[in-house]
């Protein structure tokens, strides 16, 4: 592309703005004024899109020109597949090398506007899904790193599990989920003997297998499920209620991986904004989803938990200065 085209030009893209918003025949001298363009831009801009078959319309009335809107105007239909959405959003961050020029700001707000209608098919959140898990297992030993991949899919599948524990307890676990208590990562399910809840670290396991033989209707709701690890969270003490107002809900994760949200509630306040709430557990690991979110979201309450999680920013922004100069 040519460094002189029109198309990286501003005045181009603010005369086509102008024309698609043009709703009743205007003087041209009027529409130059708008538009921001002297005539030889106009000419060229006109001239342009005639080589485009898109047609201005230029009528001259008593001496006067006058320009009339598009009679109808462009649309260009776009279909494609669900493989091929997620090709073209995997394409996206390649268009950043034109950030800046106008013809990208354009493509970048429809896009925009697509993702928003097609949310649920969000790659770039699936994608950061996935990275907030795959940190959360390199913290973990390769062996229950393992066990907790198992232990995903099962969940998924419906699948029953054979687990040993290190204490020589053996038994058939229905998972129900993977989650923080009291700072570690458990596993949430149903003794597939007794029939009732039980839960343990995952730390714990000594050997799993995942049974495919064993067909097992679980005993308990999502419902009752999390009703159970708000109880162990109610004897703990350590659940309280965290308020956070979101400022830009665009790009902001609410479902943070491993992490239990007892009774999440959206609302809007007096002013609009929207206030998202939910029981949590105070842990490095919700720190680190707060951060991941930090751009998009305003802690409310409790005053304590935010003063604590600044702290966490600071030390983690201190660490990461000090690894930097030893770099150096």
């Known amino acids: 592309m040519h460094n002189n085209s029109l198309i990286l030009k501003e005045e181009f893209w603010t ?98 506007t697509i993702e928003t209608e097609y949310a649920e098919h969000d790659l770039f959140r699936a994608i950061h899904d996935e ?18 991949q198992k232990t995903d899919e099962a969940i998924k599948r419906g699948f029953v599990m054979s687990i040993e524990l290190h204490d020589g307890r053996k038994f058939d676990y229905f998972a129900h989920k993977a989650v923080f208590i009291e700072g570690e990562l458990c596993l949430v399910g149903e003794d597939c003997n007794d029939r009732c809840l039980v839960y343990f670290n995952i730390l714990e396991i000594e050997e799993l297998k995942v049974d495919l033989d064993i067909q097992y209707i679980p005993n308990y709701s999502s419902i009752e499920v999390n009703d159970f690890i708000a109880a162990i969270r109610a004897v703990s003490g350590q659940e309280e209620r965290l308020v956070l107002k979101i400022v830009s809900s665009s790009n ?49 309450d409790p005053s304590s938990l935010k003063k604590e999680y600044l702290e966490y920013c600071q030390a983690k922004l201190e660490t990461i200065e000090e690894e930097y100069k030893k770099a150096g």
Not at 84 to 112: C, N, R
Not at 135 to 146: Q, T, V
Request: aromatic share 12%; charged share 30%; glycine share 2%.
């Open 252 to 300: 902001v994760d609410l479902r943070p991986s491993y992490q239990f949200l007892g009774n999440p509630y959206v609302t809007t306040n007096m002013n609009g904004d929207l206030i998202w709430a939910a029981s949590v557990e105070r842990s490095d690991e919700l720190y680190e989803w707060l951060l991941s979110i930090n751009d998009h979201i305003e802690i409310l």
């Open 15 to 112: 005369f086509l703005t102008c024309l698609e918003n043009l709703n009743e025949t205007l003087p041209l001298k009027d529409f130059l004024i708008l538009s921001d363009l002297d005539e030889n831009m106009f000419t060229d801009c006109v001239a342009f899109l005639e080589n485009l078959n898109y047609f201005v319309e230029i009528n001259e009335v008593q001496g006067r020109r006058f320009i009339a809107p598009i009679k109808l105007e462009k649309k260009i239909s776009l279909q494609l597949t669900f493989k091929e959405w997620l090709a073209f959003q995997a394409h996206f961050p390649k268009m950043d090398e034109d950030k800046g020029t106008f013809h990208h700001e354009v493509l970048s707000e429809k896009l925009s």
């Open 131 to 148: 990275e907030k898990r795959f940190e959360l297992l390199e913290k973990i030993d390769l062996k229950h790193r393992s066990y907790l």
